[in-house]
């Protein structure tokens, strides 16, 4: 990627935003500057590796990974310059393949290389400028020629020509966007309560291994659960093959590999065939049988509307009778997703099959208190749900604010 000065073109020669705060509607337009005259973007170091621990000794070492994730937190024990000690608030960018900026909440860290800080010359402009270079630095992501991994630079955040508002419009649109962030983060919050609950419901309403009845019950149940295979319960049919009949639209979408998420919902393939073949309607199960995410080997989902479905190859669809009820079932199945990795286990990409299937073994109750077990953990999928559409709801009023409260630009590498 170049040094030089990253251009900008201005949609209809204009430095406003389409939207802009009514007490700065009579203020000049923004001004053109370059970024390196309101912030300073300091990179990481390259902190000896001889000083790396996974014990806690020392102080936190920020990886690139560690800004979306905590999968693996490593210290750092030898001494260090101060001027990369990172703390909460600051705003900081992965300059390797994910360029979105984000605001570290993680506590007292070091900056390791390949991680950027964005240093505002201002105090108070860092959150303001954690939403501007989010759209920016997306752009030039976008822009960058894909090679194995993308890589940014810091002074090609320095030199890039922006647009920027004055002090006051700059704190008005954080504290806006800064505002929704917090209720976003709440819902968020909110909805991992409710997995949580659900987490909790799952291990309670079913037995435990050695048990045969689960640790909560509803009062009118007091039977013994009977011990089954999915053979005795249901009957198995496999997916075919129509990869060659598949187009963008069509009378009937396929369920395929990428259709079940890690929740066991069903999710749009976008993929859809118009030959006549067998189609599943609402209430039938669905499995997957080849893990293309860790967690998904085994994993079932329900069909949920009347809208005609084909299965592909490495689906299966298992049928219930009349001794087990559908969402009980799924929900009997999805929670013991150990048993088919280890059915699967040993081979280069997991698979599961027939016999692997049929022979699962588990507990169930007489019908009545299926149903009872079902409606309660359906209802909460419901919340569930519910919960996570409004927090997409809030991001996407986001998106559109960010995109109204910054003028319009196209930026060119």
């Known amino acids: 990627m170049s040094n030089t000065s990253t251009d900008i073109m201005i949609e209809n020669n204009s430095l406003i935003p389409e939207l802009r705060f009514p007490e700065f509607w009579d203020d000049v337009e923004w001004e053109v500057k370059q970024l390196e005259q309101v912030l ?47 703390k909460d608030g600051d ?102 309560v409710l997995k949580d609950h659900k987490k909790a419901l799952m291990q309670n309403l079913f037995p435990q291994e050695g048990e045969t009845v689960p640790k909560w019950r509803f009062k009118e149940f007091e039977k013994n659960w009977e011990k089954v295979k999915l053979k005795d319960v249901s009957t198995y049919f496999n997916g075919g093959s129509y990869e060659n009949d598949v187009k963008e639209e069509g009378k009937y979408e396929l369920i395929t590999l990428k259709s079940i998420d890690t929740s066991g919902k069903l999710v749009n393939s976008k993929r859809y065939i118009d030959i006549e073949v067998p189609t599943l309607t609402k209430g039938t199960l669905i499995m997957i049988l080849s893990e293309q995410a860790p967690g998904l080997l085994g994993m079932t989902a329900i069909i949920p509307t009347e809208k005609k479905y084909v299965l592909n190859q490495r689906i ?30 040993g081979m280069k990409v997991q698979n599961i099959t027939k016999p692997n299937v049929e022979n699962y073994e588990f507990l169930i109750p007489e019908i009545p208190e299926q149903q009872k077990i079902a409606s309660c953990l359906s209802s909460l999928d419901a919340l569930i749900s519910e919960q996570a559409e409004k927090i997409e709801q809030l991001k996407l009023h986001k998106t559109g604010l960010m995109q109204g409260l910054f003028p319009k630009i196209e930026i060119s590498l």
């Open 316 to 345: 299966a669809e298992i049928r219930p009778n009349q001794k087990v009820e559908s969402f009980f079932l799924s929900m009997a199945i999805n929670r013991n997703q150990v048993y088919f990795s280890k059915q699967g286990a």
């Open 40 to 86: 300073n973007f300091q990179t990481g170091y390259p902190f000896d590796s001889e000083g790396f621990n996974e014990d806690g000794k020392g102080i936190r070492l920020i990886k690139n990974r560690d800004l979306k994730s905590d999968d693996k937190i490593v210290f750092y024990r030898k001494s260090y310059d101060k001027k990369y000690e990172v």
């Open 91 to 192: 705003i900081l960018v992965g300059m390797d393949g994910d360029f979105t900026p984000i605001k570290w909440s993680k506590g007292r860290a070091l900056l390791n290389q390949r991680v950027g800080r964005v240093l505002a010359h201002k105090n108070g402009d860092e959150l303001f400028f954690l939403y501007f270079l989010s759209i920016h630095l997306k752009t030039i992501e976008e822009k960058t020629p894909r090679t194995t991994v993308k890589h940014l630079s810091h002074s090609v955040v320095e030199k890039i020509n922006e647009p920027i508002p004055k002090p006051k419009e700059r704190q008005k649109i954080a504290t806006c966007l800064s505002s929704l962030d917090e209720v976003i983060t709440a819902h968020i919050q909110k909805l991992e």
